[in-house]
């Protein structure tokens, strides 16, 4: 069974507070690594497609690092506004195919 | 440039009817994903499909779900006798090509509630 582990489960923070979360995967086997950005009542957004160890990504005031070797990336959230509270998800590839394997997700509150 | 459509956003259905959810993937994507999620649960896969054929259906259930993606039109997935269980949210996403590379997008989901 493939797991993808994400925590914390929910974070609350205050406007202006940076703030970070995890995502673990298993190492082996590894293709890609993607991040969204899931509002309630809307459609998953894609942040991010990560695919080599090492990788950094930056969208704004959200960024993402990637491990492979170990297994993990972190998303990091600079200056949090409300506007940025949602769920964010983390999905692994774990084989060449196109089955994603989701994360239950971190439950962003950012209060004003 | 219109996103993944979906509909109906919202079916009710007595147990034992049929259920049908559409999903039309964004322009110029040949690839489309059927996903599920459970109440209290993530985003779990069903299946992928490319034009005309199905690709990967190991995440769906093996009796009463079905799906299909025509040469034309929307791609249906289909649930036949629902039951209580098959309430959730499922979601459609597409892609142009393999997903390693690319970002799939994802409709709004249609919410199925089974009475």
Same mark, same amino acid.
């Given at each position: 069974?493939?797991?993808?582990?994400? #925590? *914390?489960?929910? /974070?609350? %923070?205050?406007?202006?507070?940076?703030?970070?979360?995890?995502?673990?995967?298993? !190492?082996?086997?590894?293709?890609?690594?993607?991040?969204?950005?899931?509002?309630?009542?809307? #459609? *998953?957004?894609? /942040?991010? %497609?990560?695919?080599?160890?090492?990788?950094?990504k930056k969208k704004g005031?959200? !960024?993402?690092?990637?491990?492979?070797?170990?297994?993990?990336?972190?998303?990091?959230?600079?200056?949090?506004?409300?506007?940025?509270?949602?769920?964010?998800?983390?999905?692994?590839?774990?084989?060449?195919?196109?089955?994603?394997?989701?994360?239950?997700?971190?439950?962003?509150?950012?209060?004003? | 440039?219109?996103?993944?459509?979906?509909?109906?956003?919202?079916?009710?259905?007595?147990?034992?009817?049929?259920?049908?959810?559409?999903?039309?993937?964004?322009?110029?994507?040949?690839?489309?994903?059927?996903?599920?999620?459970?109440?209290?649960?993530?985003?779990?896969?069903?299946?992928?499909?490319?034009k005309e054929n199905i690709?990967?259906?190991?995440?769906?259930?093996?009796?009463?779900?079905?799906?299909?993606?025509?040469?034309?039109?929307?791609?249906?997935?289909?649930?036949?006798?629902?039951?209580?269980?098959?309430?959730?949210?499922?979601?459609?996403?597409?892609?142009?090509?393999?997903?390693?590379?690319?970002?799939?997008?994802?409709?709004?989901?249609?919410?199925?509630?089974?009475?």
């Open positions: 069974i493939l797991n993808v582990e994400q #925590s *914390p489960q929910s /974070l609350h %923070v205050q406007e202006g507070d940076s703030t970070n979360f995890t995502c673990s995967f298993p !190492s082996s086997n590894f293709y890609a690594l993607h991040w969204y950005r899931w509002e309630t009542a809307k #459609s *998953p957004e894609a /942040l991010f %497609v990560m695919t080599l160890n090492g990788d950094e005031r959200i !960024s993402a690092t990637l491990n492979t070797k170990e297994g993990y990336s972190y998303l990091y959230i600079k200056g949090s506004q409300p506007e940025d509270s949602a769920t964010y998800l983390c999905a692994s590839l774990m084989e060449y195919g196109n089955k994603l394997v989701f994360g239950a997700g971190t439950i962003l509150r950012v209060k004003s | 440039n219109a996103g993944v459509m979906q509909n109906p956003r919202h079916l009710v259905r007595r147990r034992g009817q049929e259920a049908r959810l559409r999903c039309s993937p964004m322009k110029g994507h040949s690839h489309v994903y059927w996903y599920r999620q459970l109440p209290e649960e993530g985003l779990k896969f069903m299946v992928y499909l490319q690709i990967d259906e190991s995440g769906m259930p093996k009796e009463r779900f079905s799906a299909e993606f025509p040469k034309e039109g929307p791609s249906i997935l289909r649930i036949q006798q629902v039951v209580r269980g098959d309430s959730a949210a499922y979601f459609c996403a597409s892609s142009p090509g393999q997903v390693s590379g690319n970002t799939i997008y994802f409709g709004e989901g249609s919410w199925l509630t089974v009475v």
